[in-house]
């Protein structure tokens, strides 16, 4: 696509359920980013996908937070047993890698997940 | 660990004039790239402008520029002539690539309001 598709949009659930959030990334870029941006604040590094391997998942702040990208395009978040403070925005971004040096990161719009 | 500062939580303008964006951070490397982001409502990351560290003349886009002061670690965005469509959060932050992928390190950011 054209862009860095999330979906969805927005996304309620209750205390305690599952969720998955989706990212597409430009055809392409090998580099994948999911961050997270709760009220007030900037986005938060979660893990990092070159390819289709997690190069860097230091970012998780915990094992009920998991993130796939099986064929190196879309990714998908994955967030069990979710809780109130999982609340956030949660957006993607991707870019080309070309060696060291820099490579602009293109976002999406984000998922505004909300747990009641 | 890096981190990035925006002392400046909200910041207001009048139309057609002047405002400058603060932004401080802090590294052990002599390398790096600095960007600023853009953030309206939409939610989607706008890239504004970005400086490489070992460049020292300030990067310009037509009515944005930086004062990057890289012994004092200080990289403010100047808004020249700003319009209603400046309104938006602006971001600052960092990245270190040249070891791998490294992600964005992001202030908290800075809401500017533009008033006609």
């Known amino acids: 696509g054209a862009g860095v598709s999330q979906t969805p949009s927005n996304k309620v659930t209750e205390k305690g359920k599952y969720v998955e959030l989706r990212c597409d990334p430009i055809?392409?870029?090998?580099?994948l980013y999911w961050y997270r941006q709760s009220l007030g604040q900037g986005p938060e590094f979660l893990i990092y996908?070159?390819?289709?391997?997690?190069?860097?998942d230091s970012g998780l702040p915990n094992d009920r937070f998991f993130a796939v990208r099986p064929e190196g395009s879309v990714s998908t978040l994955k967030i069990q047993r979710t809780e109130r403070g999982d609340s956030a925005v949660y957006l993607c971004?991707?870019?080309?890698?070309?060696?060291?040096?820099?490579?602009?990161?293109?976002f999406g719009q984000g998922t505004r997940l909300t747990v009641v | 660990a890096q981190t990035v500062t925006q002392s400046q939580p909200e910041m207001s303008v009048q139309e057609a004039e002047t405002v400058t964006l603060s932004c401080t951070y802090d590294?052990?490397?002599?390398?790096?790239?600095l960007f600023w982001y853009k953030q309206p409502p939409s939610r989607q990351m706008i890239l504004v402008i970005r400086?490489?560290?070992?460049?020292?003349q300030n990067a310009t886009e037509n009515r944005f520029s930086v004062n990057f002061q890289k012994a004092a670690k200080s990289f403010s965005l100047k808004i020249s002539d700003s319009q209603l469509g400046d309104a938006a959060m602006y971001f600052c932050?960092?990245?270190?690539?040249?070891?791998?992928?490294?992600?964005?390190?992001f202030g908290k950011g800075t809401r500017l309001s533009v008033i006609a």
């Open positions: 971004a991707s870019s080309l890698i070309g060696g060291t040096g820099e490579t602009e990161a293109f």
């Open positions: 055809s392409g870029h090998t580099a």
């Open positions: 996908f070159q390819g289709t391997g997690a190069a860097d």
């Open positions: 590294t052990s490397e002599s390398d790096y790239y």
């Open positions: 400086q490489e560290a070992y460049k020292q």
């Open positions: 932050a960092y990245r270190f690539p040249f070891s791998g992928n490294t992600p964005l390190v």
